[in-house]
């Protein structure tokens, strides 16, 4: 199965947008700074009802968008936020509410962090589409004994913290030792559920980040507001550690920073992992490279892919690509 992740810029350049998704052809789509109505307006083409373009032209039926703010254009009101697109329904879903949203906004509106949300779909999968059978070990050999991703840079050891701080107050929530009981009742669970003919489950989660304001150098790495705001989506999405996880989207803050920290120890940050030092294109204003959009999985999703497509030119910011088997 395959997930792209991409902030849209309001759809400044859509096209290129379509012509992306349709050579990845993707199972899943994350997406932010993108608008959604019932219809177009000639003047600026494909900026306002975007999210049925991208349905239409992915193929990915089911959508799940979350308001952050609204503007009146052309008699009707245009919703901009956050959406999740699937080629399997949805058998839940959620909106965690950080901070109010504001509607009938005005264009140059300068408030940033208005509507701030997590986006969390639970949806079901065709046991064709996910493995029949997973040992326990083949989801732990990704990880280290604390629970960090192995690679060849040195990540685990570079950012291990204080695991007080990064597993929430529970320090025993990212052991090897939890991991693999928790494991082992995850495949029991999983083959129980195959034998009875039962879907696979994933959670998919949104989150577009706090943005931060000040110097240009300093924020990209969060502040006291962004480290507020990333411990209640951590708290919120441990409630699915046992099952598939994923978090992607535009964070606003650099990989390794403080703001991460709450989810070391349980959930891969892929950005970080691959030595990704930039996501933003050159179309943004920020001059300086700095990876702020992320995926994270747990230890439940076997990636098999992960790419920044750093020649794509659709956004101020690069898409993303990640193969995963559940």
């Known amino acids: 199965m395959k997930l792209v992740q991409i902030n849209c810029w309001d759809g400044r350049i859509t096209p290129k947008i379509w012509q992306f998704i349709e050579r990845e052809k993707p199972d899943f789509i994350t997406a932010q700074e993108i608008y959604d109505s019932t219809h177009d307006l000639p003047l600026v083409r494909w900026m ?3 999210t049925e373009q991208i349905r239409e032209i992915s193929g990915l039926e089911y959508k799940f968008f979350a308001p952050r703010s609204s503007l009146m254009v052309g008699g009707e009101e245009r919703f901009y936020g956050t959406v999740i697109f699937s080629r399997w329904d949805f058998s839940r879903t959620e909106i965690l509410q950080l901070t109010p949203p504001k509607f009938d ?5 300068p408030e940033k962090n208005v509507g701030l949300n997590l986006q969390i779909a639970e949806i079901e999968i065709s046991r064709e589409n996910a493995r029949e059978e997973r040992g326990k070990d083949s989801w732990l050999n990704a990880w280290t004994g604390s629970g960090f991703a192995k690679n060849e840079t040195g990540f685990a050891k570079k950012f291990e913290l204080d695991s007080s701080s990064a597993n929430l107050g529970d ?3 990212g052991s090897r ?3 693999e009981n928790r494991a082992g009742r995850r495949r029991e669970e999983d083959l129980a559920a195959a034998q009875n ?9 949104n989150y577009h980040g706090f943005v931060t304001y000040g110097e240009a ?3 990209r790495n969060g502040d006291a507001d962004t480290e507020k705001y990333m411990r209640k989506v951590a708290a919120k999405l441990r409630e699915f550690a046992d099952l598939p996880l994923i978090l992607a989207g535009d964070f606003n803050v650099a990989s390794g920073c403080k703001t991460m920290q709450v989810f070391d120890g349980w959930l891969r940050d ?3 992992e691959n030595g990704v030092m930039q996501t ?10 700095v990876a702020c959009d992320h995926v994270l999985v747990n230890y439940l999703v076997e990636v098999r892919e992960f790419a920044v497509r750093d020649k794509e030119l659709l956004s101020d910011h690069l898409p993303m690509v990640v193969g995963f088997e559940i």
């Open 48 to 50: 306002f009802n975007l």
């Open 177 to 179: 030792e939890n991991l």
């Open 270 to 272: 892929l950005t970080a």
């Open 280 to 289: 933003l294109s050159p179309l943004h204003r920020y001059d300086k490279p």
């Open 171 to 173: 320090e025993n929530f």
């Open 105 to 109: 906004m005005r264009f140059g509106d």
């Open 217 to 219: 150098g300093d924020g």
């Open 197 to 205: 003919g039962k879907p696979a489950k994933l959670i998919l989660a």
